[in-house]
């Protein structure tokens, strides 16, 4: 029997299945912790909870992944530079372009190329080394994009090669990731592969040995946020390319599981939940680009929308507020089960009545990973020190860490670099007080919940339940945005005060409002997956008037769809004749990722894409681990009537995609 490994990384749990090759049918499955301090430990442990003898029968892994994605969610990354080619910072003011670069290390460069790929303005070096001589010394990592790169790439490719040579620090380039003439979504794609190179190295490095020691070669395949497969390499300088890979993946799983082709699929895992469009077994993609958190990418990505809100979001209250997310915490149940002096300091706040009204006094904080070289403040330095012997609360942190109030915790920035962890109340422990998930330690859940509903001036069983109606009221107004986007993509973004209004009464317990009924519903059946799925999409599916599926291994849907998933990969081709001003072609040119040719007449230009297309498509395919891959080919020709009727059409463009799929696959 031939089995394929699949692990899912989320913000929560890892992943492992074990899948018959031929029927897949899954054989083996097992959850663990997802690890943040250590990655290694969580993966190590997921790979163990599988059988022991079975690892020669395992010929491909391949990985799901939510890191990337939360880490966007979040605001976590490195420190990143822009350097932007030929963009008009004026224009770019003006408009208020610039806010979607989303980093302030930004300088401009001058050097330009028209639209057919020549030379207007030369790079300007100089102003290229001064730029990195500012910037450097400020970031991890820079990114570069040139405002008409995909017409020419010579200018980009230069400016990678000489900042590579001056710092040493990795370096992005725009044009390389996308073909997208969107000179501002390149440039924000640029800088998001950037910030996000050092999120998933460990993860990709851990996997790969972690396999190999099993025995298991080639190296594993990464899935992409369109449901296909990369190699492992190119994911680690490509990061941004698994922005949804756990979502695309889930839905490739739910659709395998669930024996479903068409439905809604809700992927609630515990950082976020993510809700996409099946369609023939496969997630629908973006038209634009993945976009999430304000990045709006070039990237080709499931049709995803990701909503800040999981098992473990952090939920705050006060007498004026209930907040639930966008930060992932540690739910207290489960951590008050690993270090039982958790549940004794909850109760001694509770016994004493220790309040302030402006921290949530429920709220932990635990040692994170092992401090590198990371430069703290002494500040930082005294909480680090103060934690060095495990979890304090937050007031007793405070006092420890020699803090005058504990609003005045250094702690926000250590929890961003993970070298501290967060640990909360969450929609998890709600499900513990509630009954209806006891996995962990139901008593420290509960006194928590006790607490925080006297911070908020009500009883413990109305906060609970204010808590949860706001979680299955998230959820419900999350998946409605994303069946409004399948056929308005502009309005389901919209905050625009009635349809906010009504997207929230559609998602009460009663949609009925005075002589009303504003209830939206669905005309697919939703797959509810994640390992808190099965607790909370039921709710919405009913209150959204369809069906719910919950498939048999839903809570490894993932991991499922990872070792379903093939390889593919597409090159984009370009031919574009250029004329003179006043008619008649100068030349042919066609664009591909080797570059811009030139040719005399349109049939060798199209000989040329025919030739290099194939050649590139497949070279990607065989270095991702498909050797003998089948190609297709997709071309659309823009032409323009003449005024002539009897003239031929004028040719503007021939636009060829090709495609390398691995043969045999499913």
């Known amino acids: 029997m031939s089995l394929i490994l699949g692990v899912d990384t989320g913000g929560t749990f890892t992943d492992a299945v074990l899948?018959?090759?031929?029927?897949?049918?899954?054989?083996?499955?097992?959850?663990?912790?997802?690890?943040?301090?250590?990655?290694?430990?969580?993966?190590?442990s997921a790979l163990d909870g599988l059988p022991a003898g079975i690892w020669p029968q395992v010929h491909r892994a391949a990985l799901s992944t939510t890191l990337a994605t939360n880490a966007a969610l979040e605001g976590l990354g490195s420190r990143v530079g822009c350097i932007l080619i030929g963009y008009d910072p004026d224009v770019m003011r003006h408009y208020r372009l610039d806010r979607h670069i989303r980093v302030s290390a930004v300088a401009h460069v001058g050097g330009r190329h028209d639209i057919f790929g020549e030379e207007v303005t030369p790079l300007d070096e100089d102003g290229l080394r001064d730029a990195v001589e500012r910037l450097a010394p400020e970031v991890d990592a820079l990114a570069i994009s040139s405002y008409l790169a995909p017409r020419n790439p010579d200018h980009e490719q230069r400016a990678v090669r000489l900042v590579s040579e001056l710092t040493g620090l990795p370096v992005v380039a725009g044009g390389a990731l996308s073909s997208q003439i969107n000179s501002i979504r390149r440039g924000t794609t640029a800088t998001l592969n950037a910030k996000l190179l050092a999120v998933t190295s460990e993860l990709l490095s851990t996997l790969e040995q972690a396999v190999r020691r099993r025995g298991v070669s080639p190296a594993p395949l990464v899935v992409r946020g369109d449901a296909t497969l990369m190699a492992l390499?190119?994911?680690?300088?490509?990061?941004?390319?698994?922005?949804?890979?756990?979502?695309?993946?889930?839905?490739?799983?739910?659709?395998?599981?669930?024996?479903?082709?068409?439905?809604?699929?809700?992927?609630?895992?515990?950082?976020?939940?993510?809700?996409?469009?099946?369609?023939?077994?496969?997630?629908?993609?973006?038209t634009r680009g993945a976009s999430l958190a304000g990045w709006r990418t070039a990237v080709r990505a499931a049709a995803v929308r990701s909503a800040a809100i999981g098992g473990d979001s952090?939920?705050?209250?006060?007498?004026?507020?209930?907040?639930?997310?966008?930060?992932?915490?540690?739910?207290?149940?489960?951590?008050?089960?690993?270090?039982?002096?958790?549940?004794?300091?909850?109760?001694?706040?509770?016994?004493?009545?220790?309040?302030?009204?402006?921290?949530?006094?429920?709220?932990?904080?635990?040692?994170?990973?092992?401090?590198?070289?990371?430069?703290?403040?002494?500040?930082?330095?005294?909480?680090?020190?103060?934690?060095?012997?495990?979890?304090?609360?937050?007031?007793?942190?405070?006092?420890?860490?020699?803090?005058?109030?504990?609003?005045?915790?250094?702690?926000?920035?250590?929890?961003?670099?993970?070298?501290?962890?967060?640990?909360?109340?969450?929609?998890?422990?709600?499900?513990?007080?509630r009954g209806e998930y006891t996995e962990f330690d139901v008593e420290a859940a509960t006194v928590a919940s006790r607490i925080a509903a006297r911070e908020s001036r009500t009883d413990p069983d109305a906060f609970v339940a204010r808590a949860h109606e706001a979680v299955v009221r998230a959820l419900c107004v999350a998946?409605?945005?994303?069946?409004?986007?399948?056929?308005?993509?502009?309005?389901?973004?919209?905050?625009?005060?009635?349809?906010?209004?009504?997207?929230?009464?559609?998602?009460?317990?009663?949609?009925?409002?005075?002589?009303?009924?504003?209830?939206?519903?669905?005309?697919?059946?939703?797959?509810?997956?994640?390992?808190?799925?099965?607790?909370?999409?039921?709710?919405?599916?009913?209150?959204?008037?369809?069906?719910?599926?919950?498939?048999?291994?839903?809570?490894?849907?993932?991991?499922?769809?990872?070792?379903?998933?093939?390889i593919v990969q597409e090159i984009e081709v370009l031919l574009r004749p250029q004329y003179l001003r006043r008619g008649g072609v100068i030349d042919y040119a066609v664009h591909s990722p080797e570059g811009r040719a030139m040719f005399a007449s349109e049939?060798?230009?199209?000989?040329?894409?025919?030739?290099?297309?194939?050649?590139?498509?497949?070279?990607?395919?065989?270095?991702?681990?498909?050797?003998d891959p089948t190609i297709e080919v997709d071309e659309h020709t823009w032409s323009l009537d003449q005024d002539d009727a009897e003239a031929p059409a004028q040719l503007m463009e021939t636009r060829f995609r090709f495609t390398a799929t691995e043969s045999g696959a499913a």
């Open 479 to 566: 998946t409605l945005r994303r069946a409004i986007a399948s056929g308005r993509p502009d309005l389901a973004e919209s905050d625009e005060k009635l349809g906010a209004y009504l997207l929230d009464a559609s998602a009460s317990p009663s949609s009925r409002v005075g002589p009303l009924d504003v209830g939206l519903g669905l005309t697919l059946p939703l797959i509810a997956l994640g390992a808190a799925g099965a607790a909370w999409l039921p709710q919405v599916a009913g209150r959204l008037r369809t069906e719910v599926v919950v498939p048999d291994h839903a809570a490894v849907a993932s991991a499922v769809g990872a070792a379903s998933t093939r």
């Open 233 to 286: 390499d190119l994911a680690r300088d490509r990061p941004i390319d698994t922005l949804f890979s756990g979502p695309a993946a889930s839905a490739v799983g739910g659709a395998r599981l669930a024996g479903i082709d068409r439905a809604v699929v809700v992927d609630m895992g515990g950082t976020s939940t993510d809700v996409g469009i099946l369609d023939g077994g496969r997630p629908t993609l973006s």
């Open 19 to 44: 899948l018959d090759a031929e029927s897949g049918a899954v054989k083996a499955a097992h959850k663990a912790l997802t690890t943040h301090d250590d990655l290694a430990v969580g993966i190590e």
């Open 603 to 627: 049939s060798q230009a199209r000989e040329h894409a025919l030739a290099v297309g194939p050649r590139l498509a497949a070279e990607a395919a065989t270095s991702a681990g498909a050797p």
């Open 314 to 433: 952090r939920v705050r209250a006060d007498p004026l507020d209930l907040v639930i997310g966008p930060e992932r915490v540690v739910p207290l149940s489960r951590a008050a089960r690993e270090s039982p002096q958790i549940r004794d300091r909850l109760a001694e706040l509770d016994a004493q009545r220790l309040s302030h009204r402006l921290v949530p006094v429920w709220e932990f904080f635990a040692p994170g990973r092992p401090r590198a070289d990371e430069v703290v403040s002494t500040g930082e330095q005294r909480v680090l020190e103060a934690l060095e012997h495990g979890p304090l609360d937050v007031l007793t942190l405070a006092r420890q860490a020699g803090a005058a109030d504990a609003r005045l915790l250094p702690v926000d920035g250590l929890v961003a670099r993970r070298l501290v962890t967060r640990i909360g109340l969450t929609p998890t422990d709600l499900l513990h007080v």
